[in-house]
């Protein structure tokens, strides 16, 4: 696991192209406007796929912003077929984060840092205001990891000719479960922020 929420790996599948790409189709359909979120009829992914490779997304009945984009590149050979895949955050969700971060950062360091300096605002709740940020994307990183193993396991299954839906461990952490740890995160740090100001 990596720093940066991008993730690089290759599958290397005994099986010829045309088979992989089939193996594919069967598993991906393509992107619609509108889904609705609680019909369960549909593939695992949504996306496109070529003889030269796929961008697909996993489809999910929750929201998630920090979902991977999942590009794959082909590369055939008499041992079979090589896929590289990429995983990566949407190009619009990195520049949220970043324009979000400049904004709160350019407007934040000033108030808060300067005014504890001065005395004008308590030093913990400085503080607080400028670790926020780093809390929140500490929390969307977490997200998009648990994506990106899920999302990682079930290619090499599919490519590998496994049965989808059964992890190495029998288990997966449920999304849920990072709803609420953000949810908690997030109140639990508004609760102690509160505390401090009044």
């Known amino acids: 696991m990596q720093l940066l929420p991008r993730d690089t790996f290759t599958i290397q599948s005994h099986k010829s192209l045309p088979e992989v790409i089939e193996r594919l189709k069967e598993h991906i359909e393509a992107p619609k406007a509108i889904r609705w979120h609680f019909s369960h009829n549909h593939a695992p992914y949504e996306g496109t796929i ?3 490779g796929f961008e697909i997304r996993r489809i999910i009945d929750y929201r ?3 979902l991977p984009n999942i590009r794959g590149r082909f590369d055939s050979s008499s041992a079979g077929t090589r896929i590289r895949i990429t995983m990566g955050l949407h ?3 990195i520049a ?3 324009f979000w971060n400049s904004v709160w950062y350019s407007v934040s360091i000033p108030h808060f840092l300067f005014g504890a ?3 004008d605002i308590d030093t913990f709740i400085a503080m607080q205001a400028v670790v926020l940020p780093i809390v929140l994307l500490f929390v969307f990183w977490c997200w998009f990891w648990y994506e990106a193993h899920r999302s990682r396991q079930e ?3 599919l490519l590998l000719g496994e049965v989808l839906g ?3 461990s029998g288990k ?3 999304p849920r479960t990072f709803k609420i740890l953000a949810i908690i995160t997030i109140v639990l740090w508004n609760a102690v922020f509160l505390y401090f100001l009044l």
């Open 50 to 52: 070529s003889s030269s």
């Open 64 to 66: 998630n912003s920090f």
């Open 91 to 93: 190009p619009f969700v």
């Open 96 to 98: 949220f984060l970043i």
């Open 117 to 119: 300096l001065s005395g």
């Open 155 to 157: 290619l090499e299954q």
């Open 166 to 168: 059964k992890s190495a």
């Open 172 to 174: 997966l952490v449920r």
